[in-house]
């Protein structure tokens, strides 16, 4: 089984142009080489309500998404959170 690897921003500009020539899905994924299912979920993912497909607003928001999956956990962006665990780890292992 193949690695899914995401799409890059060449990709996206090559998709944009292709669907301006009024080109199908199914030429523009043999056009890049891939699936017709990835060009589809890409498009209507980042087509604008009724607006035509722009790579440059795709890029954008993929970035935005990428950065969001790959965040820290929750203790490690609140200072406050991880604060009061260790607090509460230390007073459970302290001697009593």
Aim: hydrophobic residues 30%.
């Amino acid at each position: 089984m193949k690695k899914y690897k995401r799409l890059k921003n060449e990709e996206r500009e090559k998709i944009s142009q292709l669907l301006s020539q009024g080109k199908t899905y199914r030429l523009i994924s043999k056009a890049l080489n891939r699936n017709v299912s990835t060009i589809s979920r890409e498009v209507n993912k980042y087509r604008k309500t009724d607006v035509e497909y722009k790579a440059f607003n795709a890029q954008e928001d993929a970035e935005v998404l990428a950065k969001r999956r790959n965040c820290k956990r929750k203790i490690d962006k609140n200072e406050e959170l991880w604060n009061f665990i260790k607090e509460k780890l230390l007073l459970r292992w302290s001697p009593k």
